[in-house]
C-alpha cells in the first residue's frame, strides 16, 4: 500500500532510530506465536498506537493506529528481501536526524505527522 519513513520520537525510541516500513491492510498479513501488546499514546494525543512483538526473540512485527484502523505497519526488513523498499511518504521530517540523508525516492515529506 505505501513505503514510508516516520522520524517522530515515539519510533527513534522503540525501533533505536527512525520507522522505515510499510502500511498495508491487516487482512494480508497472518503471523504465527505469542505476541504481546504495548500501548500508548500517539504524538498527536488523539490516537492510540497499539504494537506487537515476538516473547520470544522481541521482533516487532507490527504496528497498528486507532486511528487508521484496519491499516498495519509492517518494519520494511521483515519481508527480508522479498519487496525492494522505496519510501515515498515521510512523518515527522522535521525530527529526522540531521546525520540521516533524505531518500531520493521521497515525494511526500510531512514535517509533522502526516497521517491526519
Ligand atoms: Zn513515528
Known amino acids: 500500500m505505501m513505503h514510508f519513513l516516520c522520524h517522530c520520537t515515539d519510533c527513534q525510541i522503540m525501533f533505536n532510530g527512525s520507522f522505515e516500513g510499510y502500511a498495508i491492510s491487516r487482512d494480508e498479513l497472518s503471523l504465527e506465536g505469542v505476541l504481546s501488546t504495548y500501548t500508548y499514546s500517539g504524538g498527536s494525543g488523539q490516537s492510540i498506537h497499539v504494537n506487537f512483538f515476538c516473547e520470544t526473540c522481541s521482533t516487532k512485527p507490527?504496528?497498528?493506529?486507532?486511528?487508521?484502523?484496519?491499516?498495519?505497519?509492517?518494519?520494511a526488513r521483515l519481508p527480508r528481501d522479498q519487496i525492494e523498499f522505496k519510501p515515498k511518504g515521510g512523518m515527522c521530517i522535521g525530527l529526522r536526524p540531521s546525520w540521516t540523508n533524505k531518500p531520493e525516492c521521497?515525494?511526500?515529506?510531512?514535517?509533522?505527522?502526516?497521517?491526519v
Open 62 to 75: 507490527l504496528t497498528q493506529t486507532d486511528i487508521l484502523d484496519g491499516i498495519i505497519y509492517v518494519p
Open 106 to 115: 521521497l515525494v511526500e515529506p510531512y514535517t509533522e505527522n502526516g497521517t
